[in-house]
């Protein structure tokens, strides 16, 4: 497992940008996949967006064409990049790390809260 610290949260307009950050303490390279989630009040943890070894991306139906997952693995950071933000985005954002497609994600940061006002 490997240690996981987002960062880039904060208070935006409705149709603004963010971009949230994170940081591992090993490298993101070794991992299977990293992948965005969010938690909004009273709801289940939903999943937001997957970037494989490969380069492969994938994202929830609520968020494409608005948002973009990418990496850099030189400097361990994924990072998510949010545009055109509506309410209903609000949520705390969760980085997590999975070390084998048939293993369930096993390393979670700890949020980072994304506020859009309408």
């Known amino acids: 497992q490997v240690q996981l610290v987002e960062s880039g949260g904060g208070l935006v307009p409705a149709g603004g940008s963010l971009t949230l950050s994170c940081a591992a303490s090993g490298s993101i390279s070794s991992l299977n996949a990293m992948a965005w989630y969010r938690q909004a009040p009273g709801k289940q943890r939903e999943f937001v967006a997957i970037?494989?070894?490969?380069?492969?991306?994938n994202y929830a139906d609520s968020v494409k064409g608005r948002f973009t997952v990418s990496r850099d693995n030189a400097k361990n950071t994924l990072f998510l990049l949010m545009n055109s933000l509506k309410p209903e985005d609000t949520a705390v954002y969760y980085c997590?790390?999975?070390?084998?497609?048939?293993?369930?994600?096993?390393?979670w940061g700890q949020g980072t809260q994304v506020t859009v006002s309408s």
């Open positions: 997590a790390g999975r070390s084998a497609v048939t293993i369930s994600y096993d390393s």
């Open positions: 970037i494989t070894r490969s380069g492969y991306t």
